[in-house]
C-alpha cells in the first residue's frame, strides 16, 4: 500500500498541470465548483475578458488564476491598501485585480521584464478605467528595486507587494522589499508550494522547469521562516501563497 501510495502521489506531482489548472487541489471538480460558485459570477467582466484572452496565449501557465486574484482584491479591500507593488506582470490580471480593487487614487508600480506581454492586455485595463493608477516599468527588477532603495522616502512606502516573477532571484527580492513595504504591509510571494513538488520524493518524473527552479522555492521558504522581521503565512491558494508581515 505505501508502494502504491507513493506512486499515486508522484503521478499526481509529475501530471499537475494536466489538470488545466494551477490550483493545488487536484480535483477538477473540486475546483470548478469553486469557480463556478464563488468566483465567476463575481469576476469583474474586464477581468473576465483578459483571462480569457490569456487562456490563448502560449504562455498561459504564467497568468495568475481568479480565484487567487480574487483573494489579493479581497486582502487589498481589508487593507486599505493604496500604494503596492507587483513584480511580474506578464498580461496583467493580477494586474488589474489590484487595480479594481485600490481607491481612485491608488497607484501600482508595475515592474517586468517584457512590456509586449503587458501590452496585450493594456486594452483591457485601459477600458476598465483603471490604467492611470498603473507605473509599468520594464527591465529586470533588482537594479529598478535597487534605484529604489538609494532614496529614503521610498523605504516604508509600499502597503502591499505581491512578487510572480524569475523564482531564482525570489530571494533576492525579498531582500529588498523587505525594506520598502511599511512596517504592518504585506509583501506576497506566489508560487511557493511549486506545484506540490516542495515534498517530492528526490526521484519524483517532475518537469524539467519544475526541477530547476525549487532549489530557489525551497531556498525561499526556509529562509522566511526564519526571517524575524516579518510574520509569515503560507496558503494553498493557486499554487501556494506565502504573505508575509512586516513587523520590523
Given at each position: ?14 501530471g ?5 489548472h ?20 463575481r ?30 482584491s ?5 487593507m ?39 501590452e ?17 516599468r ?6 529598478l ?16 507587494i ?27 510571494y ?5 506545484n ?19 532549489p ?13 522581521r ?19
Amino acid at each position: 500500500m505505501a508502494v502504491r501510495k507513493e506512486e499515486e502521489q508522484q503521478t499526481q506531482l509529475a501530471g499537475h498541470n494536466d489538470l488545466g489548472h494551477k490550483s493545488l487541489l487536484q480535483s477538477d471538480a473540486l475546483y470548478q465548483y469553486i469557480l463556478e460558485t464563488s468566483v465567476h459570477p463575481r469576476e469583474h467582466q474586464s477581468l473576465k475578458e483578459l483571462r480569457e484572452m490569456t487562456e490563448k496565449h502560449p504562455w498561459n501557465l504564467m497568468a495568475t488564476p481568479p480565484d487567487e486574484g480574487q483573494f489579493l482584491s479581497m486582502l487589498l479591500k481589508l487593507m486599505n491598501a493604496k500604494n503596492t507593488m507587483e513584480i511580474g506582470v506578464y498580461t496583467g490580471y493580477s494586474l488589474l485585480s489590484t487595480a479594481l480593487a485600490l481607491p481612485p487614487d491608488g497607484k501600482i508600480l508595475a515592474l517586468d521584464v517584457n512590456r509586449e506581454y503587458y501590452e496585450l492586455g493594456l486594452p483591457i485595463i485601459q477600458k476598465a478605467g483603471v490604467a492611470h493608477k498603473i507605473d509599468f516599468r520594464e527591465g529586470p527588477a533588482l537594479p529598478l528595486l535597487d534605484e529604489l532603495l538609494k532614496d529614503e522616502n521610498n523605504k516604508g512606502r509600499f502597503d502591499f507587494i505581491f512578487v510572480d516573477a524569475d523564482k531564482d532571484n525570489y530571494l533576492n527580492y525579498h531582500k529588498r522589499v523587505t525594506d520598502l513595504v511599511k512596517i504592518g504591509g504585506l509583501i506576497g510571494y506566489d508560487n511557493t508550494l511549486w506545484n506540490g513538488s516542495v515534498v517530492a520524493p528526490p526521484d519524483a518524473p517532475l518537469k524539467d522547469y519544475v526541477k530547476r527552479l525549487l532549489p530557489h522555492v525551497k531556498e525561499l521558504n526556509k529562509y522566511l521562516a526564519q526571517d524575524s522581521r516579518i510574520q509569515i503565512c503560507q496558503l494553498p491558494v493557486g499554487d501556494g501563497i506565502t504573505l508575509c508581515r512586516r513587523i520590523i
